[in-house]
């Protein structure tokens, strides 16, 4: 690591095989509390290469806990975290929408790092119990539509980055990552970004690889489509900017999309929206993210089409029953 250190404070760049085998040696806890900060820190001073996100991607997957699902047809709704806006669980309350309206979702997540609540911290306190148990995935996404990846039972690699994070209390190269290694790797994927940078560099990696995927940056700074402005939308052939006014939906304030101070207010916000009880402002900005989420996988549904799907999820009780099943399957 001490030769990686002085080559990339000299200005080097890291090629994709070198950046895998950094983060494997970080993962495995080969390399101290400080080399890894200083390691870390690097991707703080410069913009990330597309090959060393694509090498750091390598090598997470390479070290995950496999998971076996019947197959690949499926959805990631899943956001960097680290907008530091403190919205409510947006992307999760939205992956139960869509499971609703009938499409298979593998929601890959984990505890807020730069928020009051992840999508792991309100699923705990909503009574969900996190599995690695293919079977049980199955039986969850068979009956409910949706499972859910908690990311430190299928990443126990990235324990040893634990400390060094919370000790750092600031977004890291780890926040880029955690979208893209869903250990299923499904077909369909929606990213939120926190940044317009990093949006495009997905963008370029994604586009690569001849993935199927929406990625999104709100251009107020959120993770996800807020409605509060315009979000800059990439999709492999096209990059577009949305605003309310294409989903049909009326925009929000800021103030309107606070998440709550803990997991317990999360989970009250989450289930009173997929009740039917959620503000004008909560319930049009999960319909928004869900209806992103149908067109990624039908590309030919129209957004105010497909929010009138994500409603339908809602009022006829499909969306609330998708998330009661994914609890009683525990």
Known sequence: MKDTLEFLFG?????????AENLRSISTESVSLE??????TVFRMRPIEVQELQGFRDALLEL???????????????GTGGDEKNTFNISTTSAFVVAGAGYRVCKHGSYGVSSNCGSSNVLTALGYTFTADSAVLNRQLAEAGICFFHAPLFHPAMKAVVPMRKGLKIKTFFNMLGPLVNPLQPDYQLFGTYSLELAQLYDALLKKENKKYTVVYANDGYDEISLTGTASVFRPNEKQELSAENFGLPT???SELFGGET?????????AVLSGQGTTS??????????LAMQTIKPGLTLPDAVLEAQESIDSGSALNAFKKLIETN
């Open 252 to 254: 929000t304030q800021e």
């Open 64 to 78: 995950c806990v496999p998971v076996v699902i019947e197959n690949k047809d499926a959805i990631d709704i899943v």
């Open 263 to 271: 997991p317990v207010e999360a989970g009250k916000i989450l289930t």
């Open 282 to 291: 909560q319930t049009s900005v999960v319909l928004a993210n869900a209806a």
């Open 11 to 19: 200005g080097g760049k890291l090629s994709r095989k070198e950046a």
């Open 35 to 40: 080399q890894m900060t200083a390691f870390t």
